[in-house]
T-cell receptor, first 114, second 113 residues
Framework: NAGVTQTPKFQVLKTGQSMTLQCAQD?????MSWYRQDPGMGLRLIHY???????DQGEVPNGYNVSRSTTEDFPLRLLSAAPSQTSVYFC?????????????FGQGTRLTVV | KNQVEQSPQSLIILEGKNCTLQ??????????LRWYKQDTGRGPVSLTI?????NTKSNGRYTATLDADTKQSSLHITASQLSDSASYIC????????????FGKGTKLSVIP
């Protein structure tokens, strides 16, 4: 009963490096999204997808890319890491429009950019 | 601009005691409000959802209320347990389009023996 799985749990990057945060769900949910959580702030939406092949930008998309080639996977790519991208990243999935249906979150990836 | 304000920022209570967390919002048009519990190092987990027509909803020891007129919601925890120690996040959905969610900053609750 995996739900939403994020890898890795922890990552340290040097400024300018690129990497991909993985997110996979086994609930056959159409809607998936990425958020970042910073101290003293609410969760902020980076990118979201309403189905395979369909993605859109959220509130803070700059510096991040996404793709959705399958229903199960929704990777988040950091193109050129910057210290401002130090954060905890959460992937979520839901069977319908998020907010109308329950969102299931992964355990998070704690990213530090030095 | 849509906003969700939660109070208090943090709270410490003794095991067995009750507590109430507050959420005030200025989101328009309002669609629903959801409370999440986030344990340290984990992702948020939904506790309950409130729609415009609902005033009170319970989930075990958790009871949420909604006053759509004053745009306030509360989460009441009864007979607190050590496992209730977590951050509680209020999230309001606007009916204005896809992924129109506004997250509060959360209330960090610590239950001590």
């Amino acid at each position: 009963n995996a739900g939403v799985t994020q890898t890795p749990k922890f990552q340290v990057l040097k400024t300018g490096q690129s990497m991909t945060l993985q997110c996979a769900q086994d609930m056959n949910h159409e809607y998936m999204s990425w958020y970042r959580q910073d101290p003293g702030m609410g969760l902020r939406l980076i990118h979201y997808s309403v189905g395979a092949g369909i993605t859109d930008q959220g509130e803070v998309p700059n510096g991040y890319n996404v793709s959705r080639s399958t229903t199960e996977d929704f990777p988040l790519r950091l193109l050129s890491a910057a210290p401002s991208q130090t954060s905890v990243y959460f992937c979520a999935s839901s069977s319908g429009e998020i907010g109308d249906t329950e969102a299931f979150f992964g355990q998070g990836t704690r990213l530090t950019v030095v | 601009k849509n906003q969700v304000e939660q109070s208090p920022q943090s709270l410490i209570i003794l095991e067995g005691k009750n507590c109430t967390l507050q959420c005030n919002y200025t989101v328009s048009p309002f669609s629903n409000l959801r409370w999440y519990k986030q344990d340290t190092g984990r992702g948020p987990v939904s506790l309950t959802i409130m729609t415009f027509s609902e005033n009170t909803k319970s989930n075990g020891r958790y009871t949420a209320t909604l006053d759509a007129d004053t745009k306030q919601s509360s989460l009441h925890i009864t007979a607190s347990q050590l496992s209730d120690s977590a951050s509680y996040i209020c999230v309001v959905r606007s009916g204005a389009g896809s992924y129109q969610l506004t997250f509060g900053k959360g209330t960090k609750l610590s239950v001590i023996p």
